[in-house]
């Protein structure tokens, strides 16, 4: 590993676990534009916390969530957002 | 409503970012919602307002699904950092409110102590349990800075102010971590299959 490969790799783990700088941001950000086959070193760090994010025993969710989250996008749909966000899509 | 046809995920956000808020939500709803609670709960320490979020976490999942790309990591990472996102939010608001204490840290605030809720559902798996051990398998200074990173939104600064470390070291021991968590994972996979 050379020492941009090792400096991308320090880069890429600070970001993943949520301690980077917005300076590191921006110089991992120029790495992986030279470079985008770190783009997978990133991409297993990323995935290696979310496992671990994710490993606490699941929790019954409220019957009703489910519901009001809907209930709150067709909302959104009909508004300023959603028409925003159909002209994103189609663009 | 009928089911969802795929419960691949990268079916299901397509589905959503063309705007189905239907069945395709719903199932991506089912196969989510109960892991970004525990995560909410856990970094919250209070399930009401971690139900709360909830809500919120999946209307923010559902606005996103046009701009998730798989090139940059699978599903289940985007919808925790989403969910990590929006939990930070609310406890740096929680902050503001209740003033800046300075933070003590005790190991385990985030992820040791596993206290038996009775709506923990059955279906904690032997991959659960075994990425929980695998974490604490981890060496403890490893997993001091993680816990303060990840769990507690703390910059490599401020994690070096907390320990009283300098900022290179707390980098180091971040890097390490990581590394090893990522080993470790391969080898739980072939563990509980075979």
Do not use: C
């Not at chain 2, 395709?24 to 919602?33: I, K, T």
């Not at chain 2, 046009?66 to 996102?85: C, E, K, L, M």
């Amino acid at each position: 590993m050379n020492e941009e490969q090792e400096r991308a790799e320090l880069l890429a783990a600070l970001h993943a676990a949520g301690a980077a700088s917005e300076e590191d941001e921006r110089e991992l950000e120029a790495l992986l534009a030279a470079d985008p086959s770190l783009v997978e070193v990133v991409k297993d760090f990323q995935d290696s916390i979310a496992a671990l994010a994710s490993s606490f025993d699941p929790l019954e969710t409220p019957a009703k969530t489910l519901g009001k989250i809907q209930q709150q996008i067709a909302e959104e749909k009909g508004g300023l957002l959603g028409r925003l966000r159909r002209w994103f899509s189609k663009s | 409503m009928t089911e969802f046809r795929s419960k691949d995920p990268e079916e299901l956000v397509a589905a959503m970012a063309a705007g189905d808020s239907g069945r395709a939500l719903s199932a991506f709803y089912a196969q989510y919602a109960s892991t970004v609670l525990a995560l909410l709960t856990k970094m919250l320490g209070s399930p009401a307002e971690a139900e709360e979020l909830l809500q919120e976490v999946f209307v923010e999942l559902w606005r996103r699904a046009p701009q998730f790309d798989r090139t940059r990591g699978s599903v289940v990472a985007w919808v925790i950092t989403v969910a990590r996102s929006r939990a930070l939010d609310a406890l740096r608001a929680r902050k503001r409110r209740h003033g800046d204490r300075q933070f003590q840290y005790q190991e385990g605030d985030a992820l040791m102590t596993e206290r038996k809720r009775p709506d923990v559902m059955a279906s904690s798996t032997r991959w659960h349990q075994a990425l929980r051990q695998a974490f604490q398998r981890l060496d403890a200074e490893q997993r001091a800075v993680l816990e303060l990173s990840y769990f507690q939104g703390m910059s490599h600064g401020q994690i070096a102010d907390t320990l009283q470390l300098p900022v290179g070291t707390v980098k180091s021991r971040i890097l390490a971590g990581m590394r090893s968590l990522r080993n470790m994972l391969p080898i739980i996979h072939r563990a509980i299959k075979a």
